[in-house]
């Protein structure tokens, strides 16, 4: 089966400082990657994607991600954090295994609170 | 462009009661995903509904059943509420296949007690 880890489960940083989010991925086959983000008091969104092609991924607000396929790993970065990024960040995973069900697995979650 | 929308926001439920929570789906979007995420923990699938019919589904029991009708909108039904189902509901839309972003709506938080 499936399975996403989100090797960070909170993780505080001051302005200013590079951020690093671990995940890692169980699943042999081709797979599509996604970086979500939820604000406090806000909704699930899109941060960031990987289909195919370049394994580097700029997403929004100045984030990235870096899928290395002989790690099974999908780090999300950012050179220098903001009070604005405090957030919970989600990793997710869905298997391009042949179905047609649009099914994400989710890592737990890092909470990240940026100190002004 | 509208986005996902879900009702109620929250609601609170007596174990044994039925729950019926509503998502409209992003304006064009064709296929609607149901997630539950317990406190602390990432979303996990429950179905989802392409065409008005499940087209996949997590591991969850059979009391948790779900509808789409003709203009995408959604319905998950719980029977049987037990403790462990108080969660956050997330509703997801998107085209079909699985190379798609999903947009999420707010959510519905259940409180069974």
């Known amino acids: 089966a499936q399975s996403v880890s989100q090797h960070n489960h909170h993780v505080i940083l001051s302005e200013a400082a590079s951020l690093e989010l671990g995940c890692n991925y169980s699943?042999?086959?081709?797979?599509?990657l996604f970086w979500y983000v939820q604000y406090p008091g806000q909704h699930l969104q899109l941060l960031l994607k990987y289909f195919s092609g370049d394994p580097l991924v700029k997403g929004i607000k100045g984030f990235e991600a870096e899928f290395i396929k002989s790690k099974f790993s999908f780090n999300l970065r950012k050179p220098s954090v903001q009070w604005s990024d405090t957030a919970e960040y989600f990793c997710?995973?869905?298997?391009?295994?042949?179905?047609?069900?649009?099914?994400?697995?989710f890592g737990t979650g890092t909470l990240l609170a940026v100190q002004p | 462009e509208t986005g996902v929308t879900q009702s109620p926001t929250h609601l609170i439920k007596t174990r044994g009661q039925q729950v019926t929570l509503r998502c409209s789906s992003q304006?064009?979007?064709?296929?609607v995903s149901w997630y539950q995420q317990a406190l602390g923990q990432g979303p996990q699938f429950i179905f989802q509904y392409y065409r008005e019919e499940e087209n996949g589904r997590g591991n969850f029991p059979p009391r948790f059943s779900g509808l789409q009708f003709p203009n995408y909108s959604s319905e998950l039904n719980v029977n049987a509420l037990e403790l462990d189902d108080s969660a956050l509901y997330l509703c997801?839309?998107?085209?079909?296949?699985?190379?798609?972003?999903?947009?999420f709506g707010p959510g519905t938080r259940l409180t069974v007690t």
């Open positions: 997710a995973v869905n298997a391009q295994d042949g179905g047609a069900t649009n099914k994400l697995i």
């Open positions: 997801a839309s998107s085209l079909a296949g699985t190379r798609r972003e999903q947009y």
């Open positions: 304006s064009g979007h064709n296929t």
């Open positions: 699943y042999g086959g081709t797979v599509n």
